[in-house]
């Protein structure tokens, strides 16, 4: 009987195990409360916003335009948010505890102090300065995330806040000109769906 055979089959097995029993935890870690459909529908909204906005009979007005990216943000917030709602009701791992929702929270700080500056540019009237401002901002709410939700979205988020930054610092458009953040808003915003659904097809085969 070949007995270091058999030894090498027994450690075999067993690191087989802890690397089976180290995909579930990682798969556990992550926050599972955001769509990867309800992201790239708001990517989707973003250009479609950016397509209606460039159209001519629209006055070239900043208000105008901030309207319309209002309107933008606030379908994003309903879908994506809605959706949130819907896993926290429904899904049987958050089981309706509040506790699963404390990733949700880890954004608010970016979007509160995107909310102050906003309402700060809109006042000075900086409107061309807004959406440097706002992909910062909201890359800074996707890196909040580094330690729930899968490594690229911190990537994603990375690339916001550099494209950002060039924005505010080298490049400002007029705000009026809606392409430039329509345009990175459905790139980062599908390609962090794409990249939420192929992580939960993924922890659906782990677990």
């Known amino acids: 009987m070949d007995l270091s055979g058999l030894k090498a089959n027994h450690i075999h097995d067993a690191l087989a195990r802890v690397r089976k029993l180290q995909e579930i935890i990682l798969a556990k870690r992550f926050f599972g409360g955001y ?38 943000l606030g379908v994003s917030l309903l ?3 809605g959706t ?9 791992d958050a089981d309706r505890n ?29 409107y061309d300065f807004l959406p440097g401002m706002w992909m910062c901002l909201y890359g800074l709410a996707q890196v909040a995330y580094r330690q729930t939700l899968p490594p690229s979205i911190y990537y994603i988020g990375v690339g916001y806040i550099l494209f950002g930054t060039y924005f505010l610092l080298f490049n400002p458009q007029p705000f009026t000109n809606p392409w430039p953040m329509g ?5 980062g915003e599908t390609l962090g769906g794409w990249y939420l659904l192929n992580d939960k097809a993924d922890k659906e085969e782990t677990l």
């Open 98 to 126: 509040p506790r699963q929702l404390k990733p949700a929270l880890y954004a608010l700080p970016a979007f509160a102090v995107g909310a102050v500056f906003s309402f700060l540019f809109v006042q000075h009237a900086l």
């Open 183 to 187: 345009m990175l808003f459905f790139v």
């Open 79 to 81: 879908v994506n948010y």
């Open 35 to 72: 769509s990867g459909r309800a992201r790239f529908l708001s990517g989707c909204t973003a250009i479609i916003g950016a397509m209606l906005l460039s159209k001519q009979p629209l006055p070239a007005e900043p208000l105008k335009h901030l309207w319309g990216w209002g309107i933008v």
């Open 84 to 92: 949130l709602l819907y896993w926290f009701l429904m899904d049987k």
